[in-house]
């Protein structure tokens, strides 16, 4: 297959490279670490789509990568950190030694690595801003952490933690090969890391002693995330083919799709170089060394334990599917293979278990452990080359500052109260995602211990949303209501809140509604009882949701009906507060409280009401209220009837339906909030009450369920960013314009006369 990008059309043709052992294998420039071609999308049984403008890839616009809020009220610059030492330098920067020299984390040591724009390759380009935004996303005992993101015309500069211990590599090199409890300690350590990597969607793709740091105690840190490949979960798989060869898997080689299956069989490689002190599989050339891994017999030395010998073959299958590891739940099998039996997996992520090896640390000289070669330098930030105007677009929204070192009073979260401190994946397998948001992203998890399913809403601290508010709604409210959803648990780390729910495993409810073509009258009227029963709920208890849009109500078990009926996503709910902070409960004294929250609770709750129209609309109906009629209407059009509250109830969909549930959407959609009923009176209104007596026969739709849901998320989107209108009305009408034309008149009379 003709990869796209791909410099060679044959794999194992290509530059001269010197394949050696020790030292010299670490010296490898970045062009030996090869990536042929960058699938963006996985694509099935076809070729992928040519493409031979490798300088496009520069105009990608990756500013929806970042992770930082954009509203950083404290902002890094490299003249905050003082240079110490060379740790390192390659062919388009240098990493140098660093110390913070102001703000909360004053006289920290960091580790700085300084990119030049202008010497950076397209690829190099787009490797180092996944970097960046992986890392910003990661929060990982066994991951290094990136504290700091910034630029200068000339330069990117990345502020990592400081690791005093070096790396695998060294170690290995001093020592040729480690014991069995050495490589079982390192290897389960990887594995964590590695599993929360895939948890994630992420597929690490450049594992090797070399990328693997030890702390101060002889904890691991896995560093360099430039080959990194994101939203590779499930059934996905990614093309590239990249890299270093030794510890590529034959998916890689082969260019057939690999998973995250394939950093496992680095990791057999990893495990085979640390126990014998040699590659598997390592020819003289490139050529032969991907030939071997291709079809090589590996014999194991003898000297292997039949558990070590047992967990190699298993990592070492060339059919990635037969491998152990592959899979949604592949870590799990790993981690209870009966070469780690003897670990005690929560108390190693907790770092609870003495490391085999303790690098020895010099108070005096830090750099104990690095190479001299780079150590003796002096260090300086020398001037770059400007960068061209492509490179500077690419790295827009590079900037980033770790929660952790933040010093932002303004933004200051509310404690979450009973929130475990330690790591949701202790407890917690992740899967797929099952829903997005503006600000969270929801994913299915599975219990490690009762393997029961759960959803983990995952809350970015960096985004505007506190979550605390939607925590401690649900710890109080959602064991006294059956229609909303359970917390379970919630988690907290320096940079998320994991919040665990009850698992809605019948989706959302309007996806139900348009694939059955429609509900009963009757069948439309239980499900708004429920739903103006526990927004009466809500209210009563002075919570107003502001979101409740149909993607927010779901069933809770797969046979659906009203009576498993969940509101879920409190992420933009209120609860009513007094002056002094304290919460407003249902009998609390209204002469007590300022007018304007009043105002606004009345009208928080009126939004909600007017959602339930919305959703009463389409559950009848089969259409949004304010959908465009007409392909291509501009979104001003739409707005302006939403203003207007213009909608019809005409057609051959509304003539089968009572008057009386027409009454209550008109109610429900009212223009003037004030005009609306309240939750309490939705549940008194005639055609809820009376619901038993309204007819059994299908409202049959003929909306697709995409465009349903299509005009309905428009229209709450809309909704939400149009200023609150009133209709407005001639100037001429206004009584300003009435007394100057009074005031006129006899003037008006006597120039006529003249």
Not at 63 to 68: A, D, E, I, K, R
Not at 127 to 134: A, D, P, V
């Amino acid at each position: 297959i003709q990869m796209p990008l791909a410099p060679f059309s044959d794999p194992f043709k290509g530059p001269p490279m010197e394949i050696k052992g020790g030292e010299d294998r670490r010296r490898r420039k970045d062009d030996e670490e090869i990536e042929k071609a960058e699938d963006a999308m996985a694509y099935n049984g076809s070729s992928p789509p040519e493409l031979t403008n490798l300088d496009s890839l520069a105009e990608i616009d990756f500013g929806q990568l970042c992770v930082g809020d954009g509203k950083l009220t404290e902002r890094a610059e490299a003249s905050q950190f003082e240079l110490l030492n060379v740790l390192g330098q390659g062919s388009f920067g240098k990493v140098f030694l660093v110390r913070k020299k102001d703000g909360k984390d004053d006289g920290t040591f960091y580790a700085m690595k300084v990119l030049k724009k202008a010497t950076l390759k397209v690829r190099d380009r787009v490797r180092t801003k996944m970097e960046r935004n992986i890392l910003a996303h990661i929060s990982h005992p066994f991951i290094v952490k990136l504290h700091y993101a910034f630029q200068t015309e000339g330069k990117l500069y990345l502020i990592l933690d400081f690791l005093r211990g070096g790396d695998l590599f060294t170690r290995l090199s001093k020592e040729v090969m480690f014991t069995e409890e050495d490589v079982k300690f390192y290897l389960a350590e990887l594995t964590l890391a590695l599993e929360h990597l895939h948890s994630l969607g992420i597929v690490y793709r450049d594992l090797k002693p070399e990328n693997i740091l030890l702390d101060s105690d002889g904890h691991i840190k896995l560093t360099d995330f430039g080959l990194s490949k994101e939203s590779v979960d499930g059934d996905n798989k990614t093309y590239s083919f990249c890299g270093t060869i030794e510890y590529m898997a034959p998916e890689v080689i082969n260019r057939k799709g690999h998973s995250n299956a394939a950093d496992f069989w680095s990791l057999g490689v990893l495990m085979f170089e640390m126990l014998t002190g040699h590659l598997p599989f390592s020819g003289s050339d490139r050529k032969e060394t991907m030939s071997l891994i291709l079809k090589a017999k590996l014999s194991m030395p003898p000297f292997l334990s039949s558990a070590a010998q047992s967990l190699l073959r298993a990592l070492f299958k060339r059919n990635a599917v037969n491998r152990l590891g592959y899979g949604t739940n592949g870590s799990v099998a790993l981690k209870k293979h009966q070469f780690f039996a003897s670990i005690h997996w929560h108390q190693l992520v907790a770092k609870q278990v003495a490391p085999p090896f303790q690098p020895a640390i010099n108070p005096v000289d830090a750099l104990l452990h690095f190479d001299p070669e780079f150590t003796r330098k002096t260090p300086k930030d020398s001037p770059a080359l400007p960068p061209s105007a492509a490179a500077h677009e690419l790295f827009r929204g590079f900037s980033f500052i770790s929660p952790t070192v933040r010093n932002n009073p303004d933004k200051t979260l509310r404690e979450i109260k009973g929130a475990k401190q330690y790591s949701f994946f202790d407890d917690y397998e992740m899967h797929e995602i099952i829903g997005k948001g503006v600000h969270s992203i929801v994913r299915r998890c599975v219990n490690r211990h009762s393997r029961d399913e759960h959803a983990v809403k995952m809350v970015s601290k960096n985004s505007d949303v506190d979550p605390s508010e939607e925590v401690d709604i649900l710890r109080r409210h959602s064991h006294l209501n059956p229609h909303i959803v359970s917390l379970v648990d919630c988690y907290e780390d320096s940079r998320t809140v994991y919040i665990v729910e009850e698992y809605c495993r019948g989706g959302e409810v309007l996806d139900r509604i348009v694939k059955k073509q429609g509900l009963s009258e009757r069948e439309a009227a239980d499900h708004m009882a429920v739903l103006s029963s526990s927004l009466y709920y809500l209210h009563c208890n002075q919570i107003a949701h502001r979101d409740l849009k149909p993607s927010n109500i779901m069933y809770g078990c797969k046979e659906g009906g009203p009576e498993s009926i969940r509101i879920v996503d409190f992420g933009f709910a209120k609860q009513s507060r007094a002056e002094n902070g304290m919460l407003m409960t249902p009998c609390y004294t209204a002469q007590y409280v300022a007018p304007e929250v009043l105002l606004r609770q009345g009208y928080d709750r009126s939004c909600d009401v007017w959602s339930l129209g919305v959703i009463l609309y389409a559950m009848l109906s089969g259409q949004a209220p304010f959908a465009s009629s007409q392909e291509g209407e501009e979104e001003a059009s739409v707005a302006r009837r939403l203003c207007e509250g213009a909608y019809s109830m005409d057609g051959p969909v509304w003539a089968k339906i009572s008057d009386q549930a027409k009454d209550l959407v008109r109610r429900l959609l009212h223009v003037d909030p004030h005009k609306r009923p309240t939750a309490r009176q939705i549940e008194l209104h005639p055609w809820i009450t009376e619901r038993r007596s309204l007819p059994e026969r299908e409202v049959l739709t003929t909306v697709a369920s995409p465009t349903v849901k299509k005009q309905i998320e428009d229209t709450y989107r809309m909704a939400t960013a149009i200023p609150k209108c009133a209709p407005l009305r001639s100037v001429n009408s206004s009584a300003l314009a009435q007394r100057r034309k009074a005031g006129l008149a006899p003037l008006s009379t006597q120039l006529s006369i003249c």
